[in-house]
Structures are given as structure tokens and as C-alpha cells.
């Protein structure tokens, strides 16, 4: 599989901003849009979060700069469902959406499973790593022998 950026993730913290009613602002706010482009027999194409509100047009341009189209993409992957990861799930309609260990599937059918390991997608391995939430999941892949 090869790895591609397609949206750099970027969090801008501006704090209260000087007003005791705000807690926290955050400006200009999406996560990494990751590519695991198939390259070999088996591999699938999948996006690993979709980003942010605002975003939608530099993920499909940079799609697009790889040659594939959202109704090419098999599968989007999902380390966790704040709205700065998962907002543009909607351009992947043909996709099955992994949350952990569910997984929705386009012909609006959805599997929990008892546990991702379950989950098979070839070359994609599950990693639970709580902490920012509790079901936080990571994914590691391998790419060009590493």
C-alpha cells in the first residue's frame, strides 16, 4: 500500500481568547486525511478520517491527484468520531465506515463485532489505543517493506 497525505491536519488554539465564557476556541480545525492507496493484488483503497467542515474540496482535489475517485475508496477508517475526523465521511458512499468495532456498510446494513480484531481488511492491522477517547483505534499498514 502507498501512504498519502492528502489533507495535512491542522489545530490552531486560541485558548479563552480573553473571555471567561469560553473555555477553549479552536480555529481552523481538521484532522490528518490519510490515503492507503492499493498498490498490489488484495489491497483496498482506504482513507483513514474524512477531516473537517470546509475541507471537502482540497480532499477531493487531492484525491483526485492520485487518480481515484470517492466511489473508489472501500473502506474509511475512523480513529475516533469527533466532528474534526469525521465530518466528510459523506464523500465515501460507497465505502463500509469502521468505528472501532463497528462496521457500516453501504447497503445500510451495520456489524458489531465483539471485537475489531474480527474486523479483516487486508494489509490494515487494529491497534486500540484509548486515552483521547475511550475507544480510540489506530491502524498500522505496511508500505513499501516497512
Not at 474540496?57 to 469527533?82: A, Q, R, Y
Not at 458512499?93 to 453501504?106: E, K, L, Q
Amino acid at each position: 500500500m502507498k501512504l498519502v497525505l492528502l489533507k495535512q491536519g491542522i489545530h490552531t488554539d486560541k485558548g479563552s481568547e480573553g473571555n471567561p465564557e469560553i473555555e477553549n476556541h479552536i480555529s481552523k480545525i481538521c484532522s490528518a486525511v490519510v490515503l492507503l492507496k492499493a498498490e498490489n493484488s488484495g489491497e483496498k483503497n482506504i482513507i483513514v478520517d474524512t477531516g473537517s467542515n470546509g475541507y471537502a474540496d482540497e480532499i477531493l482535489t487531492s484525491l483526485k491527484k492520485e487518480g481515484l475517485k470517492p466511489e473508489d475508496i472501500e473502506f474509511v477508517l475512523i480513529t475516533h468520531n469527533h466532528l474534526d475526523h469525521v465530518f466528510n465521511t459523506y464523500l465515501f458512499g460507497n465505502a463500509s465506515i469502521v468505528r472501532g468495532r463497528v462496521v457500516d456498510y453501504p447497503n445500510k446494513t451495520l456489524t458489531m463485532y465483539r471485537s475489531s480484531d474480527s474486523i479483516r481488511i487486508p494489509g490494515v492491522t487494529f491497534l486500540a489505543t484509548p486515552g483521547h477517547v475511550e475507544n480510540h483505534t489506530s491502524y498500522a499498514v505496511k508500505s513499501g517493506g516497512k
